[in-house]
């Protein structure tokens, strides 16, 4: 049994970046632990392998992907240069409070990007709930560039382009 910080440290030093990040996404997102209080752990122990990339793969974690697909894809969206995109973006409703959550997106264009597991497509109920989601989502403004497991980065990429030229910015 270990400390959140000395799980971050070892998930930090191994494995792809990519799979660093999405690891410690997840343990952010159920620990809460602090990047500042690893980095601390990390100085201390100078030998470990991995050492080096610590603070890269740290400052990439965001407690907000909800799945290792969405931390996947929103390290794509920075690898292809875009500017970091926000996580769990909140829709107001018309009176003022959230009404739904955005996965990840960039709030001064309206465009976000959101990944769509399994289960958006196979359980009824979830579908339609979707179908009213991206109604009132779209009815305020946004564009929502939605991703499906298979979705190829080329093309994701393409669509992201494509939302982003109709916007200002970016």
Known sequence: MTTPERTALDLACRGSVGEAVSRLDALARATHFKAQDVQQLAQRHPHVRGLR??????????????????????????????RRPRTQIPVLGPDGCPRYYLDMGWEDVNVAVEYDGEHHRKDDKAYRKDIIRLEYIASVGWIVVRVVKGDQRDEIVRRVDRALAGRRGL
Do not use: N, Q, T
């Open 53 to 82: 990339r610590v603070d890269r793969v740290l400052d990439l974690v965001d407690a907000g992907a909800e799945s290792p697909r969405e931390s996947r894809l929103r390290m794509m969206l920075i690898d292809e240069g875009y």
